[in-house]
Every structure is written in structure tokens, then in C-alpha cells.
């Protein structure tokens, strides 16, 4: 997904967990819909500026591929905990944090620093190129 993708589907109303799950959601043998419904409470940080959207939508991806779900499984929980790691150390290889406002650098939860961010129009320039950033790092996991 590039950049102007994703900015197609913020114009659609959709946010970067749900851009970030959706375009795994092939692999991961969803559908959209459900995609988009998991990772709906998930963008702008939880919409406090907390974990980056794009950052929960992949790792709500992993889990779908590598989570563990029966009791004892202590194989299946260690690759995915291996996958989580792996994927957090390529996206810190690209950015400072994983915390939404870090990246931003204003809290979108905070309504001054949320027009700031309008102001230098962060979410169509900044988070854009996270976003896919982040579907190429979890290409490369999944």
C-alpha cells in the first residue's frame, strides 16, 4: 500500500489500525468488514495518542497469524511473542516510538495539540508514510 492509498481510505473515513489490518486481511483469510469492525476503537492511539494505530492494526495482525489460543501452548505463544519483537524492532528501526503522540509530536486526545496537527496537516502528510511503512514491515512478518 503507498501513500496515496492510504490517503484514499482516510478519505473514506477509515483510520490506520483499519487500513493496517485490512490490507493484511488476505492473508490473515478475513474479510474487510471484520477488519475494519476489530480495529475500529484503535486509530490515533486509541484516539488518546497512545500505541500508533498502525502499530496496534499490525500487531492485531500477528496475533491473527501467530497467536497462541490453546492452553499450554508455550511453542505457539513464543513465536508469536518472536514475531511481536521482530516486527517492533523493524518499526523502531524506522521511528522513535510506537506511542502516537511521540510520532506525532502533539497529543491528538489534547484539543490544542489536536490543531496543531490540523494546522500542519500531519495526519495527510505524517501518518500516511507510517502507514505504510508499517504494511511493508508486517508484509515482511506475515
Same mark, same amino acid.
Given at each position: 500500500?503507498?501513500?496515496?492509498?492510504?490517503?484514499?481510505?482516510?478519505?473514506? +473515513?477509515?483510520?490506520? /489500525?483499519q487500513?493496517?489490518l485490512?490490507? *493484511?486481511?488476505e492473508?490473515?483469510?478475513?474479510?474487510n468488514? @471484520?477488519?475494519?469492525?476489530? *480495529? #475500529?476503537?484503535?486509530? *490515533?492511539?486509541?484516539?488518546?495518542?497512545?500505541t500508533? +494505530? #498502525?502499530? @496496534?492494526? /499490525? =500487531?492485531m #495482525?500477528i +496475533?491473527?497469524k501467530?497467536?497462541?489460543?490453546?492452553?499450554?501452548d &508455550?511453542? #505457539?505463544?513464543? %513465536?508469536?511473542? !518472536?514475531?511481536?519483537m521482530?516486527f517492533?524492532?523493524?518499526? =523502531? $528501526? !524506522?521511528?522513535?516510538?510506537?506511542v502516537?503522540k511521540?510520532l %506525532? &509530536?502533539?497529543?491528538?486526545?489534547?484539543?490544542?495539540? *489536536?490543531?496543531?496537527?490540523?494546522?500542519?496537516n500531519?495526519?495527510? @502528510?505524517f501518518?500516511? !508514510?507510517v502507514?505504510t511503512?508499517t @504494511?511493508?514491515? %508486517? $508484509?515482511?512478518?506475515l
Amino acid at each position: 500500500m503507498d501513500e496515496k492509498e492510504v490517503l484514499d481510505q482516510f478519505s473514506k +473515513g477509515f483510520d490506520c /489500525a483499519q487500513i493496517v489490518l485490512s490490507c *493484511a486481511s488476505e492473508i490473515l483469510d478475513i474479510d474487510n468488514e @471484520t477488519a475494519n469492525k476489530v *480495529a #475500529a476503537c484503535f486509530g *490515533a492511539g486509541m484516539f488518546e495518542g497512545e500505541t500508533c +494505530g #498502525a502499530v @496496534t492494526g /499490525a =500487531l492485531m #495482525a500477528i +496475533g491473527l497469524k501467530y497467536g497462541h489460543y490453546l492452553p499450554d501452548d &508455550g511453542e #505457539a505463544k513464543g %513465536l508469536n511473542i !518472536k514475531k511481536l519483537m521482530e516486527f517492533r524492532y523493524k518499526f =523502531l $528501526e !524506522k521511528y522513535d516510538s510506537v506511542v502516537c503522540k511521540n510520532l %506525532l &509530536g502533539f497529543d491528538i486526545s489534547d484539543p490544542k495539540d *489536536a490543531e496543531k496537527i490540523h494546522e500542519k496537516n500531519l495526519l495527510n @502528510t505524517f501518518c500516511p !508514510k507510517v502507514v505504510t511503512e508499517t @504494511t511493508k514491515i %508486517l $508484509e515482511e512478518i506475515l
